[in-house]
């Protein structure tokens, strides 16, 4: 299958500070990359569609000035948690779909970043 | 009513015997249906997906969709120990701008 490469795959930072996380798409193009968070026990929250070459779209309820989104080439999306507090803790995981395939809706998945923010 | 419902669980299956997990959807329209399976701390891996009616089969997995009943399920034969991990049931509509919606999970638990 794909491969989705999320780096890193944890981080420990201090409230206040920002965090950037990288997302790239190994060995296919991808023009669409999504952005999800996890809660412990919970299901995934996506958070927001990242389109290359324009702007984010964000689920309700997040806030695209906290999680500022980069998709700047087919292979690389960055999601950057600016002023992070304790409740940005969480578990966030980056997807890639497959475009040019022949369905175009499979998501394959990054490792996940385990953000701590003390 | 959330838009894909599975049961949290923690479904308890013996090591050997077939585990059974459930997956109802709201919207009539979807047309992709995925099963992930999600070991704690990792994040989800796509170990099947179907777009049709009937059954998927793919070594000890199948898939089984009905879409009049809005109902996809996935079937583990031989269940091994490492199989105990969340299972996510996801759908997705016809459009490819789709998203993916994802239930919140159930937990296997497979004993030795």
């Known amino acids: 299958g794909a491969v989705v490469s999320q780096h890193p795959s944890w981080v420990i930072c201090k409230s206040g500070t920002s965090v950037k996380i990288e997302c790239r798409s190994l060995?296919?193009?991808?023009?669409?990359m999504f952005w999800y968070r996890q809660f412990p026990k919970q299901s995934l929250m996506l958070m927001a569609t990242?389109?290359?070459?324009?702007?984010?779209?964000?689920e309700q309820g997040v806030e695209k000035d906290k999680f500022l989104i980069n998709h700047a080439s087919l292979t690389l999306s960055t999601l950057t948690v600016t002023s992070a507090h304790p409740e940005d803790s969480s578990f966030y995981i980056c997807?890639?779909?497959?475009?040019?395939?022949?369905?175009?809706?499979?998501?394959?998945f990054g490792q996940g970043t385990r953000l701590t923010v003390v | 009513q959330k838009e894909v419902e599975q049961n949290s669980g923690p479904l308890s299956v013996p090591e050997g015997a077939i585990a059974s997990l459930n997956c109802t959807y709201s919207d009539r329209g979807s047309q992709s249906f995925f099963w992930y399976r999600q070991y704690s701390g990792k994040s989800p891996e796509l170990i099947m997906f179907?777009?049709?009616?009937g059954d998927k089969e793919d070594g000890r997995f199948t898939a089984q969709l009905n879409k009049a009943s809005q109902y996809v399920s996935l079937l583990i034969r031989d269940s091994q120990p490492s199989d105990s991990a969340t299972y996510l049931c996801a759908v997705k509509g016809y459009s490819s701008a789709s998203k993916i919606i994802f239930g919140s999970g159930t937990r296997l638990s497979i004993r030795p």
């Open positions: 060995d296919f193009q991808a023009t669409t």
């Open positions: 179907i777009y049709s009616n």
């Open positions: 990242s389109n290359e070459g324009s702007k984010a779209t964000y």
């Open positions: 997807s890639a779909r497959v475009t040019g395939s022949l369905y175009d809706t499979e998501a394959f």
